[in-house]
């Protein structure tokens, strides 16, 4: 998104009465009155289910563990992307978009939502995708996200040195061809695509109160950033100042991904009209041992994961991100790692497709 069409966002949202909110002075429902005027589509039924895991609270022991289900949702097989495409491919209709481009793994959640989101409104859809486990390059491009992505339309490029230059070259043909494309960048991690984390935080804020419940951590994947940007300030915006939320990186260390979330945030703030610093560093919570080797290489304590949430709650994780995470959350609540553990929340962020190409890690 360029700055121009961002302060033209703004205005359409009320950008400075939303800054206004920040001091506390107005309501829950007032907060929300305005945050609805920033521009959406609906592309699922909100809110998602958040239920006690009755069967993996008895079996690690300790505080009562939650789960949110936003894997659960209508865009073809649902996940975090969902959300934030509900923003962007709301501003894709404003600005007259005819084709929609965005970048991913082969693999990629988020290139399959928007796949799918894109053929629900009918716009055309271009995705430029890379290879992040070369030695699985067969798995990768036979089956899950990738299939999907075939099965519902997509121009499919593969880049083989690097989705940049084929990005800007697809961006060209389309503009030339008269299609005016909106381009998402990976992940949908921009100030735009994190308003759907806004909306989630502020769903939990109101779904947390009605079950009577006061989260002191949320754990959550977090790759590109975004939801995690997203989640801590719509918590923070409506209201809550007591829930850590725990990102687990997928794929690399963990300082430069708490830059990551502060760049994301900066722009959450743009297109919300709220001061940079309305959120502190401390804040930003990102975990750096859980993601192994690199990105889409899976962890033994990740599949472990994920076959611990299978058997005991039916619900199935994945070895790139949810499975990582979920370890993560294991692990901290198994050794009394968190401080002040209560009613701990996992956010489940979908990916479940991509156990399909990962099948020979768990038919053994
Ligand atoms: C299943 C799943 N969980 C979590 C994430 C990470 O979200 P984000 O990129 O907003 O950090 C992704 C991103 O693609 C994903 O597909």
């Known amino acids: 998104m360029t700055r121009q069409s961002r302060r033209f966002f703004m205005k359409a949202a009320g950008g400075a009465t939303v800054a206004s909110l920040v001091g506390g002075s107005i309501s829950f429902a007032q907060a929300s009155d305005q945050f609805d005027k920033v521009p959406r589509i609906r592309l699922t039924t909100l809110p998602t289910a958040c239920y006690k895991m009755n069967n993996m609270t008895d079996q690690i022991g300790g505080p009562d563990l939650y789960i949110k289900r936003d894997d659960v949702m209508?865009?073809?097989?649902?996940?975090?992307?969902?959300?934030?495409?509900?923003?962007?491919?709301?501003?894709?209709?404003?600005?007259g978009a005819k084709a929609v481009v965005t970048q991913g793994g082969l693999q990629s959640n988020h290139v399959r939502?928007?796949?799918?989101?894109?053929?629900?409104?009918?716009?055309?859809?271009?995705?430029?995708?890379?290879?992040?486990?070369?030695?699985?390059?067969?798995?990768?491009?036979?089956?899950g996200n990738y299939l999907m992505d075939h099965i519902m339309g997509a121009h499919i490029y593969v880049a083989e040195d690097g989705r940049g230059p084929v990005v800007e070259k697809v961006l060209a043909d389309l503009t030339a061809a008269g299609k005016n494309p909106y381009n998402i960048p990976a992940g949908a991690s921009n100030g735009i695509g994190s308003m759907g984390y806004v909306n989630a935080g502020r769903e939990l804020v109101a779904q947390w109160k009605e079950m009577g419940i006061s989260p002191s951590h949320i754990f959550h994947p977090t790759g590109s950033c975004g939801t995690q940007a997203g989640l801590?300030?719509?918590?923070?915006?409506?209201?809550?100042?007591?829930?850590?939320?725990?990102?687990?990186?997928?794929?690399?260390?963990?300082?430069?991904?708490?830059?990551?979330?502060?760049?994301?945030?900066?722009?959450?703030?743009?297109?919300?009209?709220?001061?940079?610093?309305?959120?502190?560093?401390?804040?930003?919570?990102?975990?750096g041992d859980y993601y192994g080797k690199a990105y889409g290489y899976p962890t033994e304590a990740g599949l472990d994961a994920v076959k611990m949430t299978a058997k005991n709650e039916g619900v199935l994780c994945d070895p790139v991100y949810?499975?990582?995470?979920?370890?993560?959350?294991?692990?901290?609540?198994?050794?009394?790692?968190?401080?002040?553990?209560?009613?701990?929340?996992?956010?489940?962020?979908?990916?479940?497709?991509?156990?399909?190409?990962?099948?020979?890690?768990?038919?053994?």
């Not at 629900?120 to 798995?139: A, F, Q, R, W, Y």
């Not at 297109?271 to 401390?282: H, L, N, R, T």
């Open 74 to 95: 209508e865009l073809a097989h649902g996940g975090n992307k969902t959300r934030k495409l509900e923003y962007a491919l709301a501003e894709a209709l404003n600005n």
């Open 322 to 364: 949810t499975g990582k995470a979920m370890s993560a959350m294991i692990d901290m609540v198994k050794n009394n790692k968190l401080e002040n553990a209560k009613d701990v929340t996992f956010l489940h962020t979908g990916g479940a497709p991509a156990l399909h190409p990962y099948a020979k890690y768990f038919l053994t």
């Open 232 to 287: 801590i300030m719509g918590l923070r915006y409506f209201g809550n100042t007591t829930t850590k939320v725990m990102g687990v990186s997928v794929g690399g260390p963990a300082e430069p991904a708490m830059k990551r979330v502060r760049a994301v945030l900066n722009e959450t703030c743009e297109v919300m009209g709220v001061p940079a610093d309305f959120i502190k560093d401390e804040d930003i919570i990102v975990l």
């Open 113 to 143: 939502q928007t796949v799918s989101g894109a053929a629900k409104i009918g716009l055309e859809c271009h995705v430029i995708l890379s290879n992040p486990v070369p030695e699985m390059k067969d798995e990768l491009m036979g089956s």
